[in-house]
């Protein structure tokens, strides 16, 4: 009995769908779930694979890449203030727990945020703002602990978890930032002054060390107009002229002397008091007296002392 060929087609047709339905592949980083007759079979891994047709079926494929789950909480600190942070947790489905993390958990992302809201609600009230800052790490650790225990359970490693962003409230960041301005611009006036006081100590120094060398000039200028005049009245003495003359003539000569100084100055202003021809004699006895008398005092209290000390 010849075959139809519409049937000889049919067959193969039938017996190539079958064949296709029996070869599945998985591609790297996946892996896929096998259940027979609604129940599990295996789990297959990247490469060929073969299954019963119409038997056999593929549940559903997993990836066994490491996935990031970005979360935002907001919260209130210690010092009441509402803060947000972004939180950053990387996870991983283990190799060898594939079944529990397909079938023990409908949704790892809902469960994952779920177990950040609840740590972060429960660390970041025990902080201030700044400690939030400082302490951000502390956070991350807590975070991945916290997420370590319950996941691991679920068939789900957890690689990392990061507090990528802390954003306080508009108001308190510009308070934040006026504060900081504020401590900077009291540092800088301590610097100012500080360096005001260092100016003012070197020039009082220098002001103190310009009058000691002054004071130290005049007194050897002093020093020398003494020594010159007592070698000029040795000189007059030796030519016959007594020495009250002769000082009376060095008054006379350095009065003179004086106002040709001051007429080499074009500016200078002069004025010239009456006096009579012996008023340099007379200054110059009254010098003489005051002299005298003051050496008189001195030795009267040298006497004294003497006495006292008898």
């Not at 049937?7 to 769908?17: E, S, V």
């Not at 990836?63 to 009441?80: A, F, G, H, P, Y």
């Amino acid at each position: 009995m010849p075959f139809d060929p519409i049937i000889i087609f049919i067959g193969f047709a039938a017996f190539f769908m079958l064949l296709g339905q029996g070869v599945f592949t998985v591609r790297q980083q996946q892996a896929a779930i096998l259940e027979r007759f609604g129940k599990f079979q295996g789990v297959k891994m990247p490469g060929l694979h073969f299954k019963l047709p119409l038997v056999d079926k593929i549940s559903g494929r997993v990836s066994m890449k490491i996935q990031q789950l970005d979360v935002r909480v907001e919260t209130k600190t210690k010092d009441n203030v509402f803060v947000r942070l972004n939180v950053s947790v990387q996870f991983r489905i283990v190799p060898d727990l594939i079944y529990d993390a397909f079938y023990k958990l409908e949704n790892p992302t809902e469960q994952i945020t779920a177990y950040v809201f609840d740590v972060v609600r429960a660390e970041v009230p025990k902080l201030k703002l700044d400690d939030v800052f400082e302490r951000k790490d502390d956070i991350a650790v807590a975070i991945l602990r916290e997420l370590e225990d319950a996941m691991n359970d679920y068939g789900y490693g957890i690689v990392k978890a990061l507090v990528t962003d802390i954003d306080p409230n508009e108001e308190v960041k510009i308070a934040m930032n006026y504060i900081n301005a504020s401590e900077r611009k009291k540092l800088a006036a301590e610097y100012e002054g500080e360096a005001e006081r260092i100016k003012i100590v070197a020039k009082a120094r220098a002001e103190a060390e310009s009058k000691r060398l002054q004071g130290q000039g005049i007194a050897d200028q002093r020093r020398e107009i003494a020594r010159g005049l007592e070698e000029s009245v040795e000189v007059l003495n030796r030519v016959g002229i007594g020495s009250q003359e002769a000082s009376a003539l060095i008054v006379v000569t350095q009065h003179y002397d004086t106002l040709q100084s001051l007429g080499e100055h074009a500016n200078s202003n002069l004025i010239l008091l009456p006096n009579t021809p012996s008023a340099g004699a007379d200054m110059l006895t009254q010098m003489v007296t005051s002299f005298a008398a003051s050496q008189k005092l001195g030795e009267s209290k040298k006497v004294l002392e003497l006495k006292k000390s008898e």
